[in-house]
């Protein structure tokens, strides 16, 4: 099993930055791609950014060149560099890991605000 925890989220101005943490933990070899998605109050949940094993990554085209998805092994952890903020990326986001041979993995998602 795979086990997810995020942080990071939190109140910041529009045009501000927050970098959000994706900390797994259990059997971490068996995950092969990792990505960030976000649900606003009243709509679907949305991709934002994934990254593979051999750091492929994409973005969804309304983050792409403010939002930076990136790896560090050695902690077992993914993040979410997001620059210059705006009011409609105000969400819930949430870590996910794709796992070989089991069901993905979610965290239960960090709250970013994004309100002057």
């Known amino acids: 099993q795979v086990q997810l925890v995020e942080s990071g989220g939190g109140l910041v101005q529009p045009g501000g930055s927050l970098r959000l943490s994706c900390a797994a933990s259990?059997?971490?070899?068996?995950?092969?791609?990792s990505g960030w998605y976000r649900q606003a109050p009243g709509k679907q949940r949305d991709m934002v950014a994934t990254?593979?094993?051999?750091?492929?990554?994409e973005y969804a085209v309304s983050v792409k060149g403010r939002f930076t998805i990136f790896r560090d092994n050695a902690k077992n952890t993914v993040y979410l560099s997001m620059n210059n903020l705006a009011p409609e990326d105000t969400a819930v986001y949430y870590c996910?890991?794709?796992?070989?041979?089991?069901?993905?993995?979610w965290g239960h998602g960090t709250l970013v605000t994004v309100s002057s």
């Open positions: 990254i593979t094993s051999d750091d492929n990554t």
């Open positions: 259990g059997s971490t070899e068996s995950i092969y791609a």
């Open positions: 996910k890991a794709q796992i070989v041979g089991a069901r993905d993995a």
